[in-house]
């Protein structure tokens, strides 16, 4: 149970710092400063919550996990149920905050009308390919070979370098949870949209954690 929870307050302070950045903040710190926010706050989670639960936070990290056969499919389940429930969570009390004043809560898109407008083509490559390098990151900082005490760091900082590169393509997601609780409260378009980052993500954590399943990248 203390797993279940720490996934959730996890997923919950990832959405509401990263999104509420991007919301409350964005016009003040820009790009950049809602990457760092993503990155930072993973940083903090990984070293509060990752002696608890491994902070997956994201359930295509939890996939990947699953995928090369570090957690059983009962337990990726578990997790998935924290995730999307305290992603949700995070978009309410984000919501509650910003109100009417805010024009989203930070949702992914693509397309028309949302910031760099690109395509649908361009937005699944970007979710898919930044999705399996983030869990390649994820997987070798937490392998039995990886420097002690410092995968919390190259994993926040994976993210944030993927937010500063990314944000004008989808707005980053790389992380179903994060997409989900911003669209299911914003509806329309951005929910409409939201089985991209589903899909996009999931095959990206397939195919990044099947290169540690079939020993392609070796952890000792």
């Known amino acids: 149970m203390s797993k279940i929870v720490a996934e959730f307050i996890g997923t919950f302070t990832l959405v509401l710092f990263g999104c509420g950045a991007a919301v409350l903040g964005g016009d003040h710190v820009g790009q950049l400063g809602i990457a760092l926010a993503f990155g930072f706050a993973i940083i903090a989670l990984a070293y509060g919550i990752g002696p608890v639960s491994g902070c997956h936070v994201n359930p295509a990290v939890s996939l990947a996990v699953f995928v090369a056969g570090r957690m059983s499919l009962v337990e990726m389940l578990r997790y998935w149920v924290a995730q999307f429930a305290g992603g949700v969570a995070g978009a309410a009390v984000l919501y509650c905050i910003a109100g009417g004043v805010a024009k989203g809560l930070g949702q992914n898109g693509w397309g028309p009308g949302y910031l760099g407008e690109y395509s649908l083509q361009a937005a699944f490559i970007f979710e898919v390919v930044m999705t399996a390098i983030f869990v390649i990151v994820i997987l070798g900082a937490t392998g039995a070979n990886a420097a002690p005490g410092f995968a919390g760091l190259g994993i926040g900082i994976a993210l944030a370098v993927i ?15 994060r997409s989900f ?32 399943r079939f020993n392609v990248l070796k952890v000792g």
Request: net charge neutral.
């Open 181 to 212: 609780g911003p669209a299911v409260l914003v509806g329309g378009q951005a929910l409409a949209q939201l089985w991209l980052f589903f899909v996009a993500p999931a095959i990206g954590a397939v195919l990044g954690a099947l290169l540690y």
């Open 163 to 177: 937010h500063i590169v990314g944000i004008q393509i989808t707005g980053v997601s790389v992380n179903p949870a």
